[in-house]
């Protein structure tokens, strides 16, 4: 089998070590990737360079869309030689101990955030995933699932565009039909497009309208099986037939924010935009004169939820940018005293 790595985006500028081949990364299980080579599919482990960096960084491991040199040794093994750099990648913080990133998706060139129209969209959750979105670098855009269950879904969309500043809003329904020829452009030749939602969003079921194939499991097949509830266990990048892909991500249930500061001011530029023109440069638009965010909540041109929202997301990201800062100088106290150990020890007659 060949695959024209082109159809995935391929950048042909991309430098490789020596006797390396390109291909880009489909799925990652517990340290084994999947790629995709122009001469088929290869299941690789992560040579040492890697694992030693993702061991100071494991926003260095390998993730679904990334572009990796790949090398077959004289055994057959093949490994995963590098990470190549990512033009945009989606970094939440993993848990809530340690504020640690791991990358979603890298590579992808448009960030859709899913919600489903039915019951109703959880606007907060699409302001996070719109904040983590921007932040990627990709160009977000929010869709709106099953909207074949929506009494009117014109009206629903027009709500959700007000929360999504630049962010294109698509109402569709993947069981109809519906909507689904606007996503085209975002899954077009060598464009791929990334998935952001919870469980049950219909994130697969939009996979499979996409690809015109049954290429994921969904909840509802998963259910006539009797298995578990989320159905999609793995990040996965689906090439489309026609050329560019879709990367599905796990029904992630906690997106934790970090360092996402630029991608906040993004995602709340109407907020943002009212604060730059506050008369005090460091207003807490509290008592304030000239306070131009109060003066929008007073007339109703800003909602006292959207405002909370936007405070709300700005305080966990300063708060887990802190404690970041706090634990990498933490790890570079205890390298120093190493070393000055290290010396101590060799100096000793
Ligand atoms: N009515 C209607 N139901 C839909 C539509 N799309 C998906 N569903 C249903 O919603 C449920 C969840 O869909 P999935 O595609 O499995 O959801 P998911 O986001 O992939 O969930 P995880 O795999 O757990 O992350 C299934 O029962 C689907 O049949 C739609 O357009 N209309
Ligand atoms: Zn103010």
Request: hydrophobic content about 45%; glycine content about 8%.
């Amino acid at each position: 089998m060949t695959f024209d790595l082109a159809s995935l985006g391929w950048d042909a500028s991309h430098r490789l070590p020596d006797d390396a081949r390109p291909g880009r990364v489909t799925r990652v299980d517990r340290g084994v990737c999947t790629v995709l080579c122009a001469d088929g599919t290869v299941r690789a482990s992560l040579a040492g360079a890697i694992l030693s960096a993702a061991a100071a960084d494991p926003v260095r491991l390998p993730c679904a869309g990334d572009w990796v040199a790949v090398r077959t040794w004289p055994d057959e093994r093949i490994t995963v030689e590098a990470v190549l750099p990512r033009r945009t990648a989606i970094v939440r913080r993993t848990s809530d101990k340690d504020s640690v990133g791991q990358v979603l998706a890298a590579n992808v060139d448009a960030a859709a955030v899913v919600e489903p129209m039915h019951p109703e969209p959880d606007v907060g959750r699409i302001e996070r995933l719109l904040a983590l979105a921007w932040e990627s670098g990709a160009q977000p855009l929010v869709v709106l699932t099953k909207c074949d269950l929506a009494a009117d879904p014109g009206a629903v969309a027009a709500e959700i565009a007000q929360v999504a500043p630049g962010a294109e809003v698509l109402a569709v329904s993947a069981q109809r039909g519906d909507g689904l020829a606007a996503l085209a452009p975002h899954v077009a030749w060598g464009r791929t497009l990334a998935l952001l939602g919870p469980s049950g969003a219909g994130k697969s079921t939009l996979v499979n309208a996409l690809a015109g194939a049954v290429v994921m499991g969904t909840q509802a097949i998963r259910r006539a099986d009797g298995k578990g509830r989320h159905t999609t266990t793995y990040r996965a990048l689906i090439p489309i037939p026609d050329g560019g892909a879709v990367l599905d991500t796990p029904g992630i249930r906690a997106v934790g924010l970090l360092d996402a500061e630029e991608g906040l001011e993004r995602a709340f530029a109407d907020v943002a935009d009212l604060a730059a023109t506050c008369r005090f440069a460091d207003c807490r638009h509290e008592e304030e004169p000239g306070c131009a965010v109060r003066a929008a909540l007073e007339a109703g041109d800003l909602t006292p939820r959207r405002y909370e929202s936007w405070q709300r997301l700005q305080r966990e990201i300063a708060y887990e940018t802190r404690r970041k800062d706090v634990r990498l100088q933490a790890e570079q106290r205890a390298m120093w005293k190493r070393i000055h150990k290290e010396a101590r020890g060799r100096s000793r007659p």
